[in-house]
């Protein structure tokens, strides 16, 4: 099957009672006489805080459509990249991440320095990634498609390769790109995370993550971590992001064809100082993009307001249809301060260095019209 059929069906699901939808089990317990029954996979299906049957359609759709052999959902992304961390590190094992990530991805690693584990930053460009990987060898490396909130896009193969020629394991976050732009597993990544919360399910109204693993070993060592932490996703938000997970192709073509119309209105805009969209010609990885991703570019452009912080200010405050507030991947605009929310753990001088400065904007392209949401970025940029 093609991806956009394998996000529609692309899980098996037999009913006796002949329904089209799987069902939700909304039960603590299976029932265990002796031995506990097992899961299509073979793991124990005897409480949901280890499997539960509502999430496999799910994790079966996802795993099918990175390309790896499975995955495992969990009640947030930063559960599934927690759990992940658990799983894959031990005392005296080094990280390398690159300088620009998700805030809460950054604080995490520099927690788990009180274990043991060693986090090394890079700044977020493959050369340079590239070179610290050889400098540090670590164990794990870890980044993101698309970064945040400065829309960097690494030469993933390349890193990757990289990576495995060191021995190292690789973790990528697949979020703001999606398995519609590309699939890290396809150019061997070990394991790729979402926030299921943004474009998976992509309706503002769950919260998970995805897991998804290129051997059985990661699966089986990653499924322990998942029982013993708790972190497993909820029946109805499985639920949720299946039916959401159907409609993503649809949606994310749509949302990435408008997401180039804002830009490129943007570009001309007085008000604006610089665009940044990995779809432009003058976004500095632009080539990259466009030999990883083809012809389509992401739902996320970051841009900055001549006038710094109280410009910002005052066009959140005159928007009328684009929602002011964190997080993306909603069919819903929704504009963000990243000084103020996702890169607020970023230490100050490594945001300077980055360029997460207090004119920054990132906005989350939703289903609305280009031209309402033109409309309103107007009116708020000329406020």
């Not at 897991?211 to 013993?228: Q, T």
């Not at 610089?274 to 990259?288: D, M, R």
């Not at 504009?335 to 100050?348: D, F, Q």
Request: aromatic share 8%.
């Amino acid at each position: 099957m093609r991806k956009g059929t394998v996000a529609v069906r692309g899980y098996k699901h037999s009913d006796p009672y002949g329904a089209l939808q799987p069902p939700i089990y909304l039960t603590a317990l299976f029932r265990m006489e002796g031995e506990a029954l097992k899961s299509d996979r073979g793991f124990d299906l005897k409480y949901s805080r280890e499997e539960n049957p509502t999430l496999r359609p799910l994790e079966e759709v996802v795993a099918n459509l990175e390309g790896g052999v499975d995955s495992l959902a969990f009640n947030s992304g930063m559960a599934a990249l927690s759990t992940v961390f658990f799983s894959l590190l031990s005392a005296d094992a080094s990280v390398l991440t690159p300088m620009e990530a998700y805030g809460a991805t950054l604080r995490l690693l520099n927690a788990l320095e009180k274990y043991g584990v060693r986090m090394r930053k890079a700044y977020p460009d493959t050369e340079t990634y590239i070179e610290a990987l050889k400098a540090v060898k670590p164990n794990l490396a870890f980044f993101e498609t698309i970064t945040n909130p400065m829309l960097r896009v690494l030469d993933g193969p390349e890193i990757i390769k990289a990576a495995k020629d060191l021995g190292a394991v690789v973790v990528v976050d697949n979020t703001f790109a999606t398995p519609v732009l590309t699939t890290p597993i396809s150019y061997g990544a070990d394991v790729v995370v979402h926030s299921a919360t943004k474009y998976l399910a992509g309706h503002n109204d769950v919260v998970g993550g995805i897991a998804v693993v290129a051997r059985g070993d990661l699966l089986e060592e990653l499924w322990i971590w998942r029982a013993m932490l708790g972190s497993i996703m909820q029946p109805f938000e499985a639920f949720l992001t299946l039916r959401g997970l159907k409609t993503l192709f649809v949606r994310f073509e749509k949302q990435c064809k408008t997401a180039m119309a804002v830009a490129q209105f943007l570009e001309g805009h007085g008000k604006v100082a610089e665009v940044i969209y990995p779809g432009l010609s003058s976004h500095p990885h632009h080539a990259t993009a466009k030999r990883l991703f083809g012809d389509k570019f992401g739902a996320v452009v970051s841009f900055r307001i001549k006038g710094g912080r109280d410009a910002v200010v005052r066009f959140f405050k005159s928007l009328r249809l684009i929602t002011p507030g964190p997080s993306l991947g909603g069919v819903e605009s929704n504009a963000t301060y990243p000084v103020a929310s996702a890169a607020s753990p970023i230490p100050e001088d490594e945001r300077k260095i980055l360029g997460i400065t207090e004119d920054l904007v990132r906005l989350s392209i939703g289903l609305e019209e280009a031209e309402d949401l033109i409309e309103d970025l107007d009116r708020a940029l000329n406020s």
